[in-house]
């Protein structure tokens, strides 16, 4: 069973678990270090404009994101999938629970970052309907409308 959940205190240790491996994952796919430490802190913090959640399967968590609203539009701050669970079809239930989220918020865009050496995340977000707007060495930064 999946469920997802806003981010408590209760899962506080859980998450630091899953931040540290999916950093760890993301070090190796991607060549580059992911501060677990600011990760976590991003995802706690509890201002009225972000809101973080997790999906759990067997009180484990296996993704989670946050979503921030700035004015009109949202952008997405993080999406983790563990390792083992992707390819499964949790990142793109987590996509869809969202941007469920920013329409609701009355959204007109959504906008995300990508590393460039990421190039499955860039193949799983085009797939979701986003187009690079623009880019420099780095990151790809994409946005796409909601409907």
């Given at each position: ?31 580059m ?51 083992e ?50 880019q ?12």
């Amino acid at each position: 069973m999946l469920v997802f959940k806003r981010y408590t205190k209760h899962y506080r240790k859980k998450l630091y678990e899953a931040v540290d491996t999916l950093s760890k994952e993301s070090r190796l796919e991607l060549g580059m270090l992911i501060d677990t430490k600011h990760i976590v802190s991003c995802l706690i913090r509890g201002r009225k404009n972000w809101l973080s959640c997790i999906l759990l399967q067997n009180d484990k968590i296996i993704a989670f994101g946050q979503i921030q609203l700035i004015g009109t539009r949202c952008e997405i701050i993080g999406l983790f999938v563990r390792q083992e669970e992707q390819r499964k079809g949790y990142g793109t239930l987590l996509m869809a629970y969202l941007m469920g989220i920013a329409r609701g918020l009355q959204a007109k865009e959504i906008h995300l970052t990508c590393y460039v050496r990421n190039k499955k995340g860039l193949k799983f977000y085009q797939d979701l309907g986003f187009k690079i707007d623009s880019q420099d060495q780095n990151s790809y930064w994409m946005k796409r409308e909601i409907s």
